[in-house]
């Protein structure tokens, strides 16, 4: 199945491919703020299908429901929004990245403090947060989670401040890594982003009341008007008495991750002012000038390789078919209990739509691989179906290094392009020919001549290696990396 060599590489079938991050959304002032929050999460699904929460404020009182499951499955009822009642409210899709998938990590994540009650969610990763957390226990914390994001409130806690915007200031500033943070208090509304602003956050306005999200999809579906990008190291402070803006981190050059455009992002949404979709359809183009190849037809490999397999198609002349159909019933948390219906794999997934691939030469276009579970799978059903030449194109750079800002990524030995060749890569996956975009092509893509080494434009160390900020957990030992000590059995 593997092609021709034999790998010491497991084929493993549990499809643990780049998975998503954490979608974020808040809004204040608006009679139906759950109703709002919900529809804002449904949009941002695709960012994380483990869990989601959503936190209201009515008058003084905070409500909450958070489940683990599809925002469709718990949010989706009126007497679920009927609950959730109050004029504000916060949300959170998850996937995580820190912590365990237990109902006590998901989020909005809340606190009690001096002043009052304050809630908060966050897309990204912490990288010190394991080791400040074990200081905080050190010094008496009680942690009601095993996630990296409770480090702020636990720092929020201890913080002296006497303004909350001043103490949220003072716990970020203590933390590494990457977050887009919204956070609810009895009064306002809190936005931030890390000083490079690794993960997006967007400003709407619906009738007034100030929206905070991770994508512009998301306004899109409550119909809110897109204000603004949050900036890089920029904290917002929304409340009845209008918006303020903090800059605790001085300014710099913001460095956004690339594979927001490259998968994560919906291809409606628009990022750091350009259109999701055409700099996928783009990053397929650079792809066709880079390495094309004579074929008959260019298949994406849906969902996420059609834009850049219809740029891929529109530079090359070659036609685009749908050679793969895919089966929107199976969400990407399916669950696969015994190894032989694990083996049936993509196949629940994604079909071979045999009329358009046989006796034909393939060129099947992704926008990433990552183990190559996927691809391996892909090759071989289009080889069943009758094709008669099958190469692959890859519309991003082989990803060599493991994230640790808020993507799921597999540990560095698990990453094809890490451990094997170009030419081994080609043969594990059993296509005829093998090719990715090069990091220069992608910058391309995005409107640079080519990646600025001095200062680079984006977050890109999945290829380069190049992390940009400290990596404080994986320096220490590993002694506090411990499963939760509390098994909730019911
Ligand atoms: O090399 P692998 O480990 O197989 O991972 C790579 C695949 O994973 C992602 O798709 P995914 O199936 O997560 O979602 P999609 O349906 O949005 O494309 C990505 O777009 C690749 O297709
Ligand atoms: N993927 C994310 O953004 C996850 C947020 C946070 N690190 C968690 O694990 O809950
Ligand atoms: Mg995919």
Same mark, same amino acid.
């Not at 021709?4 to 002032?29: A, I, M, Q, S, Y």
């Not at 806690?157 to 303004?163: G, I, T, V």
């Not at 597999?410 to 030419?423: C, I």
């Given at each position: ?9 497991? $084929? ?9 991050? /954490? ?12 109703? !709002? ?39 989706? %009822? ?24 237990? $109902? ?8 009690? !403090? ?20 074990? &200081? ?52 306002? !509304? =809190? ?19 100030? =929206? ?7 306004? %899109? ?8 990008? =949050? ?39 628009? !990022? ?41 198609? &529109? ?6 078919? $749908? ?84 993507? %799921? ?12 060749? $170009? ?33 680079? &434009?984006?977050?890109?160390? /999945? ?28």
């Amino acid at each position: 199945m593997n092609g021709e060599t034999d790998f010491e590489f497991d $084929l493993d079938l549990d499809g643990d491919t780049l998975r998503e991050e /954490c979608g974020v959304f808040g809004v204040l002032g608006h009679e139906d703020a759950a109703a !709002l929050t919900a529809l804002g999460l449904h949009a941002l699904q695709h960012r994380g299908q483990e869990a989601a929460g959503i936190v209201t404020l009515d008058n003084d009182q905070f409500r909450a429901e958070r489940h683990l499951g599809l925002v469709g499955d718990h949010f989706s %009822d009126a007497d679920t929004i009927a609950r959730l009642s109050g004029s504000a409210a916060i949300g959170h899709v998850r996937y995580s990245t820190t912590g365990e998938t237990i $109902l006590r990590n998901v989020q909005p994540l809340f606190a009690e !403090l001096d002043g009052g009650g304050i809630a908060i969610c966050h897309n990204g990763n912490f990288t010190n947060a394991l080791t400040l957390r074990r &200081q905080l226990i050190r010094d008496g914390a009680i942690c009601q989670s095993t996630s990296d994001s409770e480090v702020v409130l636990q720092l929020l806690a201890r913080s002296r401040q006497p303004k909350i915007v001043d103490r949220f200031i003072e716990a970020i500033k203590q933390m590494e890594g990457a977050y887009s943070l919204v956070a609810l208090t009895g009064k306002k !509304l =809190i936005g931030a982003r890390d000083p490079l602003g690794i993960r997006p956050l967007v400003l709407g306005d619906l009738n007034g009341a100030p =929206i905070l999200a991770s994508e512009t999809c998301a306004l %899109d579906i409550i119909g809110a008007r897109f204000i603004r990008e =949050i900036e890089n190291g920029e904290v917002i402070v929304c409340s009845t008495g209008g918006i303020e803006s903090f800059f605790p981190f001085g300014r710099r050059k913001a460095r956004p991750c690339i594979f927001e455009y490259i998968y994560f992002s919906r291809p409606d949404s628009i !990022l750091g002012g350009r259109s999701v979709y055409d700099v996928r359809r783009e990053m397929g183009r650079q792809l066709a000038i880079e390495s094309q190849v004579e074929a008959d037809v260019v298949v994406p490999v849906p969902d996420s390789g059609v834009p850049a397999a219809i740029g891929y198609s &529109q530079e090359s002349g070659i036609p685009f078919e $749908l050679g793969i159909i895919r089966n929107h019933y199976v969400g990407r948390t399916f669950i696969e209990p015994t190894q032989s219906i694990r083996t049936l794999g993509v196949k629940l997934k994604h079909s071979a739509n045999r009329s358009q691939i046989a006796g034909k030469r393939v060129t099947l276009i992704d926008d990433s691989l990552v183990r190559g579970t996927t691809s391996v799978k892909i090759v071989q059903m289009i080889r069943d179906a009758g094709a008669r030449e099958v190469h692959f194109r890859l519309a991003s750079p082989p990803i060599r290094y493991s994230d640790y800002y808020g993507i %799921d990524t597999p540990v560095r030995e698990k990453l094809l392009a890490a451990r094997y060749s $170009l030419e081994e890569m080609r043969a594990y996956i059993g296509a005829d020919t093998l090719a990715f975009l090069s990091v220069e092509g992608i910058y391309r893509a995005m409107g640079y001549d080519g990646r600025d080494d001095e200062n680079p &434009q984006f977050t890109d160390h /999945c290829f380069t290696g190049d992390y940009p900020t400290p990596l404080t957990d994986l320096s220490g030992d590993a002694e506090f990396r411990h499963p939760p000590r509390l098994v909730e059995v019911r």
